[in-house]
T-cell receptor, first 112, second 113 residues
Framework: ELKVEQNPLFLSMQEGKNYTIYCNYS?????LYWYRQDPGKSLESLFV?????AVKQEGRLMASLDTKARLSTLHITAAVHDLSATYFC????????????FGGGTRLMVKP | DAGVIQSPRHEVTEMGQEVTLRCKPI?????LFWYRQTMMRGLELLIY????????DSGMPEDRFSAKMPNASFSTLKIQPSEPRDSAVYFC???????????FGAGTRLSVL
């Protein structure tokens, strides 16, 4: 059974600081997704990582994938309050984009 | 496009009642997914369809749950009879053939009293 673990589960940080969220998974996969969820809202796609060494950046967020280590990271640079949300990673267990197993989520709070 | 549309947005029902959740995927999307989100278990894939055909329902918790997709623009998730432990947010998502990103609906928050 595929397991996807994120840490930390909760992160409180000051504006302007940097931090990294980690996503470990237990089986071979070349596809990993990051989603954002605001409280009471739906999930919004942030990044799709499709190969070992893939790196994607959007604004203050950068995601990377190491398939050999079965690890993805979501790095936050100079956090701002608007980044406060829950971030989920999801692993595609059949490399076809349609069997996603989600991590437990990291709830990020950025304080002014 | 209006995105994935789910209805109702909120549903409150009593234990033992039948509940039907509805989803309209994005036009042209071939895959449709039903997920459940709870604090205890996180986000779980329940079932997914490809071209209206159920492909994997291994996540459906038990026989009380059933899902149908009678055509490319409509799917239902039914719980009969409902139980308090079914209380959750149920999301529907869709994706076109050959693409990678699943587009999620706004969800249905179900409370079973």
């Amino acid at each position: 059974e595929l397991k996807v673990e994120q840490n930390p589960l909760f992160l409180s940080m000051q504006e302007g600081k940097n931090y990294t969220i980690y996503c470990n998974y237990s089986t071979t996969s070349d596809r990993l997704y990051w989603y954002r969820q605001d409280p009471g809202k739906s999930l919004e796609s942030l990044f799709v990582l499709l190969s070992n060494g893939a790196v994607k950046q959007e604004g203050r967020l950068m995601a990377s994938l190491d398939t050999k280590a079965r690890l993805s990271t979501l790095h936050i640079t100079a956090a701002v309050h608007d980044l406060s949300a829950t971030y989920f990673c999801a692993v595609d267990s059949n490399n076809a984009g349609n069997m996603l197993t989600f991590g437990g989520g990291t709830r990020l709070m950025v304080k002014p | 496009d209006a995105g994935v549309i789910q209805s109702p947005r909120h549903e409150v029902t009593e234990m033992g009642q039948e509940v039907t959740l509805r989803c309209k995927p994005i036009s042209g999307h071939d895959y449709l997914f039903w997920y459940r989100q709870t604090m205890m278990r996180g986000l779980e894939l329940l079932i997914y369809f490809n071209n209206n055909v159920p492909i994997d329902d291994s996540g459906m918790p038990e026989d009380r749950f059933s899902a149908k997709m009678p055509n490319a623009s409509f799917s239902t998730l039914k719980i009969q009879p409902s139980e308090p432990r079914d209380s959750a947010v149920y999301f529907c998502a869709s994706i076109p053939q050959g693409e990678n990103i699943q587009y999620f609906g706004a969800g249905t928050r179900l409370s079973v009293l």
